[in-house]
């Protein structure tokens, strides 16, 4: 009896305190967030988050009994010690994190998904955008005997500074060096942008302002994206992030879900739950399996929907008259020799082998396309850059400024045959 009176009492048993009830709603908390992670860590066979998840319960369950045993002051300390170390780490985390992306880069658009914010700045680049979210403004009515080139495309096209070292401005340049003063080009570059973006901005945007050609210089985020974001052939690389957004205000919305929305605004709960706060929202995974992404069908129909949508560009601008010219555009990938820093940007193996199997299935499909639609353009210029012996890439599709202003050189060789008469 005496040695039973001696045993340690249990909190609960005593009066109730505040910081035993934020200790137990705490490590019931981290009990939950282990119940996210064990069980898509087993579904993704991912070891990191499986070793992450069993941490999780067993501090959730430490902490479940030092909330139950322990005296009220040792209490009081790990509570005040468990805020100072999330407050610390909070601002340790934003501290010492990349600098997140530019929000002007991509704002929605009715019809289009997104396009750059109208009026807006982006400071990394020291780039202005006009009324439309573009890099250039198409001046309205076209001023008399202008030939007006608009280009669409990517971030690859967007980018270069100042404007001469951009691939407009560079081929805009180059015309006019060669006796073509009239022509002016405007960058339509939209980051992440894919072809169906592209056949939307032309329909309802492009064709508005009175162009006398289109070129679009894209692939690689048509047939690269899906390998990393939504992987859906097609699809917009953030639209299964809209989807998840769209589900959880419509109502469909669990604990998980709920962990995602409440974390995903904190520097440390992304820094520790980045995947599962990604795959809660967009179910990446699962529409992997439903697709089966990685599978020759798979790419297949990934290059044939972007060859669907250069064939509906090229109806559109003809019905339209104006001129099409389709540019499949080059990565690192088929340089011959790689210089410098450029060795390391390739990436993974099974990455590097994904591309190269669908621009060879792109390749194939511009000829088709050009067979078929002999009064549009259509030119592979993936290996543009294959014999240069300098150091041109920054990362497997975006150049230096040097690379962008060659690359407008060599467009302009081959845009002249094809300006209109």
Known sequence: MTILLRLPTLAIMQKPTASSFILMVLSLILLSLALWSLPMGARLDDGKMLQKGAVLAVYGVGLLVFALFARLRPRRIMVVGMVVVLAGGEAFTRLTAEPAEDPDFRQGVPYLMFAGQPNGEIESLNISLSELGYRDEVPMPKPVNEYR???????????????????????????????????RVYNWGVYSTVSGQELATMLFRAVDFAPDMIVVYDGSNDLTEPYFFDPRPGYPFDYMASEGGRRIIEGEFGLFDLYA?????????????????????????????????????????????????LAKMCRVARAFDVEFVALLQPMIFFKDTLIGKE???????EYQDHTRAMYELAREEYQVLAEQFPECAFRDVSRLLAPDDQELFMDPVHLTNEGYALVGRRLADILIPLLEP
Not at 288 to 296: K, L, P, T
């Open 261 to 309: 929305v409440l974390l995903r605004p904190t520097r440390l709960g992304y820094t520790l739950f980045q995947f599962e706060i990604e795959e809660q929202i967009t179910r990446r995974s699962r529409l992997q399996d439903e697709i089966n992404a990685g599978s020759d069908s798979w790419r297949e129909a990934i290059v044939m929907e972007y060859a669907a949508n």
């Open 149 to 183: 080139i608009i280009m669409l495309g990517g971030s690859a096209l967007f980018q270069g500074t100042p404007r001469v070292s951009s691939i407009v401005g560079s081929l805009e340049f180059s015309f006019s060096r060669q006796g073509y003063t009239n022509i």
């Open 343 to 349: 060795s390391a940007l390739l990436g993974p193996k």
